[in-house]
C-alpha cells in the first residue's frame, strides 16, 4: 500500500512538473512573440520620430497668423460745413508673427506686416508693373516681397439644415491660376477660371455644394466679388483738407466686380464650368490722354465704362474608361467665351462709344509623355476676336497673355519631374496677332488696328511674339 | 542662347531623362478618389482621408479594399481595380486625420 502511494505519489509530482514547465514554456514563447512586434513597433516609432526630427531640425521659428479684413465707412467734416467721405474703405491687413526661444535667456520676436487697401489706387497713371493686379506675376528688378493671396476659409457641412456644405473666404484671392491655365505649369486649378479672369484681387467668395440637394451630380454655385480699385486719398495725401482716406473727386470711382462660378456637372471625369463677371468703373486713356503718355507725358485714368465677362469650359480627366493607359491618364478641356462693353456716357471703351462683343476659343490637351515613364507633354490653341477682351494680365506669359490674344496662340510644353521636388518644364508659345490692343486698359490704350493699319499708320506694335521657356522648379 | 545656358539646358533635359520619380500617388489618387469613389461614399476625400490616424491607414494597407467596402458600401468592385489602390493609399494616407496636411478644397 505505502509503496503504492509512494509509487502514486511520484508519478504524480512528476506529471506536475511537466505539465508546468510546458505551461511556463508556452507563455514563455508568446511573451517572446509580443516581445518582438513590441520590438517591430519601437523601430517603427524610432523611423517616424527621426522623420519628425529631420523635418522640424532647423525650423527655429514659430509662425503664426493674424489677418483681417475691414470695412470703414468715413466722414469728415470741414470747418466750412462741407463733408469729405469714404462710403466703403475696404483693406486688408496680415501679420505673421514669429518667435522663437533658441534659449533659456534669449527669445527672438518679429512681425511681417502687409496692410492695403483693395485693389490698385485709381490715382496710379505710371509704373504698372506693380500693378495690383499683376504684382506678383512681373518680373522686376527689385527685391520686394509682396502679398499674392492670404485669406481664411470657413467650411461647415450644413447650410440653414440642409445636407449642403459651404465655405466663405475673404481676402487677397486666389485669383490667378485658375482652370485651364494651370495645367500648363503643372499645378491645381486655383479659384477663377483662366479662360476670363487671371489677376490678383481682393474680395469675397461664397461656395455650395449643391450635389446633395438637387439631381445634378457633383454640382456647385460659388459667388465672387471685390474690389479692383480703390479711389481714396492715401495717408496723408489730402493737402488741402487732411481727410485721409475720404474719396477724391478729382479721381475715378472704385471698381468693383462681382460674378458666379456654376458647375451644373461634374462626375468626377467629365465636368462642365461656366462663370459670369462683372467689372465697373474701368479705367482707360482717352485719345488725348493716349497721346500725352505715348509722348512720355503723364495723363489722367477716365472711367470709361463697364465690362461682362461669360465663359463656359467643358473638361475630361481622362478620356473613356479604361480604353488604355494612354487615354486614361489625358486631360483635355475646350472652352468657349465672351466679353462685352458697356461704355460710360460721352466715354468710349476699345475705341467705341458703342457697346462691342469680343469671342475666344481654347482648346487644350495633356497627356503622358511617350518617351519617358513620368513626363507630360501638353498642346494647347486659342483665338480671339477683334473685341476680345479678357481680364488675364496676371497670366504668367511674359510675352503677354496668350488668352487676351486678339489673333491665334499656340503653345507646346513638357513637363519632366526630375525627383519629387525638382520639375523641369520646357514651354514654346507663340502668339499671332490680329489687332493690337490685346493687353492695353480698356479705353483707347485698347482699340483694335489691324497691325497693317497700325503699321501703315507710323505705329510699330507687336506683330508676333515668341517664348521658348526653360524653368526648373523646387516645390515641395 | 549663350554656351554655357545651352550647355546647362541640355544637362537638365538629359538629367530629367536619366531619372523615373514615381508619379505624385497622392495626386492621382485624389483625382481617382474623385472620378470612381466619391459618389458611392458620399463623401470629399478629405472627409475619407480623415477617416483614420496614418498608424491606422498602414495597418490596413493590405485589406485596402475590404476597408473602403467597410466605410462605403456602395462602392463597385470595378473601382477597386488593384492599380488603383496603391494610389488611393497614397492620397489617404497623406491627408490622414494626423498628417498636419489639408487637402485643397
Redesign the interface.
Known sequence: MKKTIIALSAVTALATTSFGSTDIDARLSKMEKKIKKLEKKLKKSNKKLNKVKAHDAGDNIKWDVDFRSTLDNITYKLADGTTKKKGSLLSNRLLLNMKFKAEDTVTFYGTLAYNKLYGASTGQNNGFENFDWVTNETASTDNNLRVKEAYWLYANDTFMGKDISWTASIGRRPSTGGLGINYREGDKRKSAIGSTVNVEFDGVSLRWNIDQVTPLPGAWFKFCGGRGLTNAYQRFNDTTNGADYSSNSALTKDSNMIGFIFVPYDDGQYSVHTNWAQADHLIGYDNAGLQAVMGGNPAAFKDVGDITLSTVVVKAEGIGDGINDFLDDTIAFVSFSQSKTSPADNQAMLGSTSSKTGTSFWIGAQMPCPITDDGRLGIEYNKGSKYWRSMTYGEDTVVGSKIAARGTAIEAYWLKPITKSLTLNLRYTKIDYDYTGSNGFFGAGGTPMSISDAHNAGMNPVDKATDIRASIRYKF | MNRLLKLA?TS??A???A??????SA?KGQ?L????L??ACGM?GAKMAAKHTQDEWESVKGNLADEIKKICPKVKSKSLKSKYLGHYYDFFYEFANDSGNVP??
Open positions: 539646358l537638365a533635359v538629367l530629367s531623362l531619372t523615373t520619380v514615381a508619379s505624385a495626386a483625382k478618389y474623385a472620378k470612381k466619391k459618389k470629399n485643397s478644397c
